[in-house]
């Protein structure tokens, strides 16, 4: 089995800043790319922000030079730095890992179960 457990949203005043963070533990042989989407409320889940395991990133256009993302390969952890908040960056924040089990197998797209981020004006 494989979990991504996700940290670090909450509520925060316009300009603010938080780090998010999601451990990936369990059967894991390989991790791929990282990364998160976010969905805010009554829209489609949207990418935020990846990373590869060479440590190569993109970022959504909203985001470019607010967050920045990162990894720690050690700790199966990625993670989300999110400054210059604004109210439109409000929504539940999921990360994902593609990762390879078990030596051998397939890639699967793994997900977390999310974490709020709420903006205040």
């Known amino acids: 089995q494989v979990q991504l457990v996700e940290s670090g949203g909450g509520l925060v005043q316009a300009g603010g800043s938080l780090r998010l963070s999601c451990a990936a533990s369990?059967?894991?042989?390989?991790?791929?790319?990282m990364g998160w989407y976010r969905q805010a409320p009554g829209k489609q889940r949207d990418l935020v922000a990846v990373?590869?395991?060479?440590?190569?990133?993109h970022y959504a256009d909203s985001v470019k030079g607010r967050f920045t993302i990162s990894r720690d390969n050690a700790k199966n952890t990625v993670y989300l730095q999110t400054n210059s908040l604004k109210p439109e960056d409000t929504g539940v924040y999921y990360c994902?890992?593609?990762?390879?089990?078990?030596?051998?197998?397939?890639?699967?797209?793994?997900w977390g179960q999310g974490t709020q981020v709420t903006v205040s004006s």
């Open positions: 369990g059967s894991i042989f390989s991790i791929n790319d």
């Open positions: 994902y890992a593609v990762l390879a089990p078990n030596y051998g197998s397939s890639w699967f797209k793994y």
């Open positions: 990373i590869t395991s060479g440590g190569s990133t």
